[in-house]
């Protein structure tokens, strides 16, 4: 499960247990990024402090497991060379890549998304209820072969988003119940958030 976590929320582990759960995984990866490419130039808080919060949200999950390969390749990251080592570490297992709707939307501006998209199979986790916009032009721009390896999945609880938990933050309001006790006792210990004072991606 790649993704920025800026911060981490219960929105974000609703989606991995549900993805475990329905789909048989041994184990859900968290993988936050280093650099998010379609971040470039947007406030990104430092990568260790992301982190540091996802291993805080997860530490309780025994099928729940943090990757600090893109900490580690440094650079932009990408999700093809991501899958495409995660592929050749597990060559016997089937490998899957859960993301939200807004990244499917946002799939054909990635690198190499022809290719990523018959290297593994995707969960794409929606709202309940959801219902895809045939004319939406995003997913006429999606490749064929996509559909074959994509299944959506209803998730309860996914009106959390990391953009306004930052927000609650700055304007002081509470965060209560949007992300675990021990990640909202690290943003208020560490006074994340609290200004814009925030890397940008590409640091």
Not at 1 to 23: K, Q
Not at 111 to 120: F, P, S, V
Not at 136 to 159: F, H, T, Y
């Amino acid at each position: 499960m790649g993704g920025t976590f800026d911060p981490v929320h219960f929105g974000h582990l609703i989606a991995a247990e549900n993805s475990r759960s329905e789909f048989d995984l041994d184990r859900v990866i968290f993988i936050p990024a280093e650099r998010p490419p379609h971040k470039e130039g947007e406030a990104v808080l430092d990568s260790h402090k992301r982190l540091e919060m996802v291993k805080l949200a997860i530490e309780n999950n025994p099928a729940f497991e943090i990757s600090t390969l893109e900490q580690e390749r440094q650079g932009p990251s990408y999700t093809i060379d991501t899958v495409e080592y995660f592929r050749s570490r597990f060559p016997d297992t089937q490998v899957f890549f859960i993301m939200g709707m807004d990244s499917l939307l946002m799939f054909d501006t990635w690198r190499d998304y022809e290719r990523l998209a018959g290297l593994c199979r995707f969960i794409v986790v929606t709202r309940p209820g959801y219902v895809m916009d045939a004319g939406n032009p995003a997913l006429a721009r999606l490749p064929a072969r996509l559909w074959d390896n994509l299944s959506l999945l209803e998730i309860p609880g996914m009106d959390i988003s990391s953009s306004d938990i930052r927000r609650r933050v700055r304007w002081g309001f509470p965060i209560k119940y949007m992300v675990p006790a021990a990640v909202e006792t690290y943003i208020k210990e560490n006074r994340l958030y609290e200004k814009e004072e925030i890397t940008n991606a590409g640091s």
